[in-house]
């Protein structure tokens, strides 16, 4: 099986040499980095690479370039997995990520040294699945909104719709909370319900139920 062709863009070249030096230790073939989203934009056309790893802020305003590019790529290659790292836990733009559907996640950049976690981010978001950081979660819960459209959830049924935020399939959030597969698959179906989400496709309709999570905490 052929390695995981990534495009990696950090303005910080120490934190990019390091990235770089992580990926290529854990079996992915690293073929462009980048320190500004106009060179990441021309290595992505150039190489066409499986996954794109980038900053939120690169120069030179260092405000939103790298999002501004992930928008772009998602146009122009779709099949292409995105991983956005930030310093902060910056809310709109996690939401913006989750909205534009499968193969995207948005890490804080402290996740990067527990390497294990973020290898698995970099796993299930090259698997085409989303990952949200816990940190923009704990943002979002502190603050909750007065019409609250979970209220009607259960503590356990919110508990599966945190997991599932953080990107988690079934099988995931069962192990973590010691059930069924089966039992989880219950409890997601009742979120849906519960959401009013339409019948529609289940890996979308799971996406609506994320930003409704999102949205209302």
Request: charged share 30%.
């Given at each position: 099986?052929?390695?995981?062709?990534?495009?990696l863009?950090?303005?910080?070249?120490?934190l990019?040499?390091g990235?770089?030096?992580?990926?290529?230790?854990?079996?992915y073939?690293?073929?462009g980095?980048?320190?500004d989203?106009?060179?990441l934009?021309?290595?992505?056309r150039?190489t066409?690479p499986?996954?794109?790893?980038?900053?939120?802020?690169?120069?030179p305003?260092?405000?939103?370039?790298?999002?501004?590019a992930?928008r772009?790529i998602?146009?122009?290659?779709?099949?292409t997995?995105?991983?956005?790292?930030?310093?902060?836990a910056?809310v709109?733009?996690?939401?913006?990520?989750?909205a534009?559907?499968?193969?995207?996640?948005?890490?804080?950049k402290s996740?990067?040294?527990?390497?294990?976690?973020?290898?698995?981010?970099?796993?299930r978001?090259t698997?085409?699945?989303?990952?949200?950081?816990?940190?923009?979660?704990?943002?979002?819960?502190?603050?909750?909104?007065?019409?609250?459209?979970?209220?009607g959830?259960?503590?356990r049924?919110?508990?599966v719709?945190?997991l599932?935020a953080?990107?988690?399939?079934?099988?995931?959030i069962?192990?973590?909370?010691?059930?069924?597969?089966?039992?989880?698959?219950?409890?997601?179906?009742?979120?849906?319900?519960?959401?009013?989400?339409p019948?529609?496709?289940?890996?979308?309709?799971?996406?609506?139920?994320?930003?409704?999570?999102?949205?209302?905490?």
């Amino acid at each position: 099986m052929s390695a995981v062709r990534v495009v990696l863009a950090e303005d910080d070249v120490l934190l990019r040499a390091g990235l770089a030096s992580l990926l290529e230790r854990s079996g992915y073939e690293v073929v462009g980095e980048a320190g500004d989203g106009v060179r990441l934009l021309s290595l992505v056309r150039e190489t066409t690479p499986d996954l794109v790893v980038v900053d939120i802020r690169m120069p030179p305003t260092h405000t939103a370039e790298g999002l501004d590019a992930a928008r772009v790529i998602r146009e122009e290659l779709p099949g292409t997995a995105i991983l956005v790292l930030s310093a902060h836990a910056e809310v709109d733009h996690a939401m913006e990520l989750m909205a534009g559907g499968r193969a995207v996640g948005y890490l804080l950049k402290s996740r990067v040294g527990d390497v294990a976690d973020f290898l698995d981010a970099l796993e299930r978001v090259t698997g085409g699945g989303s990952v949200v950081d816990p940190g923009v979660i704990q943002e979002l819960v502190s603050a909750r909104r007065r019409n609250d459209p979970l209220a009607g959830l259960s503590a356990r049924e919110r508990e599966v719709l945190g997991l599932m935020a953080e990107g988690r399939s079934n099988v995931g959030i069962a192990r973590r909370l010691w059930v069924t597969e089966g039992t989880v698959e219950k409890h997601v179906r009742s979120v849906l319900a519960k959401l009013c989400l339409p019948e529609a496709d289940e890996d979308h309709r799971r996406v609506l139920a994320v930003l409704t999570f999102l949205e209302a905490r």
